[in-house]
């Protein structure tokens, strides 16, 4: 059982540069969500997933897509990325929305 | 409209002490709160939550009240030891057409003295 897995880790993009941030959980749970965290800041709700098949926009979704491709997965897509994009990108998930979330282990990204 | 705030920004505490973080919150219904652990470099991690609309929960060292008529809730750490050094974070869901938006807090780090 891995619970929340994100791919790949770390990342370094140039501005203008595409890429898709993947997330998979293990765990049956409905709700999906992918947060950003800044240096020193909180977690940024960017886009989430109540159950497959539907998708929310979070607080700061703009220059973001995502998609539930299943269950188990909910990618993250930054089609021309930007250095105000550099953070560290956490995938979470829950049974339900009320419930506790797990997150994975995050992926760090650099736009240059 | 939706608004997390979470006091203070920074907390250090003596060994042994107690630490007290406070969320405030707007316009949500929600009966469930939340609170997260996130040491440096890893995931946050959930460490105590709430169902109610007033009242206490506690776990060993850890304990949340929350005033729902005065939309606020609390995390109590007693007895602090070093391996509570951490950014806790409070989060609160919003209702949406669809779904519940959670929202979190902007983080309290705490740090323990020896």
């Known amino acids: 059982n891995a619970g929340v897995t994100q791919t790949p880790k770390f990342q370094v993009l140039k501005t203008g540069q595409s890429m898709t941030l993947q997330c998979a959980q293990d765990?049956?749970?409905?709700?999906m969500y992918w947060y950003r965290q800044d240096p020193g800041m909180g977690l940024r709700l960017i886009y989430y997933?109540?159950?497959?098949?539907?998708?929310d926009k979070g607080e700061v979704p703009n220059g973001y897509n995502v998609s539930r491709l299943n269950k188990r997965e909910f990618s993250l897509r930054l089609e021309s990325a930007a250095p105000s994009q550099t953070s560290v990108y956490f995938c979470?998930?829950?049974?339900?929305?009320?419930?506790?979330?797990?997150f994975g282990p995050g992926t760090r990204l650099t736009v240059l | 409209g939706e608004n997390v705030e979470q006091h203070p920004s920074t907390l250090s505490v003596q060994e042994g002490d107690s630490a007290v973080i406070k969320c405030t919150y707007s316009d949500s219904a929600s009966n469930y709160f939340p609170w997260y652990k996130q040491e440096l470099g890893k995931r946050p991690q959930l460490i105590i939550d709430i169902r109610s609309n007033v009242g206490e929960k506690k776990d060993q060292r850890i304990a949340v009240t929350l005033n729902k008529t005065a939309k606020h809730f609390s995390l109590h750490i007693t007895e602090t030891q070093p391996e509570d050094s951490a950014v806790y974070f409070c989060?609160?869901?919003?209702?949406?057409?669809?779904?519940?938006?959670?929202?979190f807090g902007s983080g309290t780090r705490l740090s323990i003295r020896p």
């Open positions: 989060a609160v869901p919003y209702e949406q057409s669809s779904a519940s938006k959670i929202i």
């Open positions: 997933s109540a159950s497959e098949g539907t998708t």
């Open positions: 979470a998930s829950s049974e339900r929305e009320r419930n506790t979330q797990y």
């Open positions: 765990m049956n749970h409905n709700s």
